[in-house]
């Protein structure tokens, strides 16, 4: 299921591309990620990273939890690829 998020810090979608794997976590709980190795379907907004966000595949039990806004955000860890 693709699911919306935007970044807490929005200059990080520069260095986000598709199909990057990401762990998802709101900023104010680092230690327990929402999403671990959520493959990336889409990057919005990279010429207005304040409008952008990422397109993330979750499984229906995650995405649950991520689309209920967190007001700062969310951060994210780019998993190495390979």
Partial sequence: MGV???LAEP???RLVKLRDRVDLFRPSDSAHP???DAP???VTGLEDP???GLLLGLPPEV???A???AAE???IVIRPSG
Avoid: D, K, M, W
Wanted: glycine letters at 12%; charged letters at 10%; hydrophobic letters at 50%.
């Fill in 4 to 6: 919306p998020v935007r």
């Fill in 11 to 13: 200059a990080a979608l």
């Fill in 34 to 36: 929402i999403a671990t």
């Fill in 40 to 42: 990336v379907l889409g």
């Fill in 50 to 52: 304040l409008s952008g």
């Fill in 63 to 65: 995405a649950r939890t």
């Fill in 67 to 69: 689309v209920s806004p």
């Fill in 73 to 75: 955000g969310y951060a």
